[in-house]
């Protein structure tokens, strides 16, 4: 349970909120549960096995991503990580200056930059890894393996239809227009 409302307390308030609004319910939740597992999740895992290796999630993908791809250029990693390059830049830069990664230009490329791990990245993922997987054990215990291979499979469903389909969606909802840059959530103040 997070805050002060169980699952089944928020689904019930939503339904009740949204009156006879016509939406999905079923859709609603099972996207409303995918944010709540992968938070809930991704902050179990922050403060326990990562603590211990003074890591962030970001951090661990980043390390993750390299560790099983080997040397990749910064853009995929980024995108395989599902953070911008800005925020690589800064993780990188963190993980280079604990001798974990190590950036270098491409050679055939000056504009570009590659990233590998360390000797001492592989020995922290080597070391890491096995404990993270003890956590993904713990998170889904209450499931059998055979629950965790549906689950699995009704997730990579969703991740492909997103993959496959979600630019001709966005193109179709913004009828065919860039979206607009995003904001940070601040506001010019209104001269008063």
């Not at 597992?37 to 962030?56: C, K, M, Y």
């Not at 055979?146 to 492909?160: G, N, P, Q, S």
Request: aromatic share 6%; charged share 30%.
């Amino acid at each position: 349970m997070t805050g002060q409302r169980s699952i089944r307390e928020t689904e019930k308030a939503v339904r009740a909120k949204l009156g006879g609004t016509p939406v999905k319910h079923e859709q609603m939740a099972a996207v409303s549960n995918i944010y709540r597992a992968a938070s809930a999740v991704r902050q179990h895992f922050e403060n326990s096995v990562l603590r211990g290796a003074e890591l962030t999630w970001t951090s661990f993908v980043v390390l993750y991503v390299v560790w099983i791809w080997g040397e990749m250029e910064t853009r995929y990693v980024a995108e395989e990580a599902g953070i911008s390059k800005g925020t690589l830049t800064g993780v990188a830069r963190t993980l280079a200056g604990r001798g974990l990664l190590e950036r270098r230009g491409h050679p055939d490329d000056g504009r570009l930059a590659l990233l590998r791990l360390t000797p001492g990245g592989e020995r922290l993922m080597g070391e890491v890894f096995p404990a993270f997987n003890a956590e993904e054990v713990f998170v889904t215990e209450g499931l059998t393996d055979a629950e965790c291979e549906v689950l699995a499979d009704l997730l990579r469903k969703i991740v492909v239809r997103t993959e496959d389909k979600g630019e001709e969606r966005r193109l179709h909802l913004l009828d065919g227009a860039e979206p607009a840059p995003r904001r940070s959530g601040r506001r010019a103040r209104a001269d008063g």
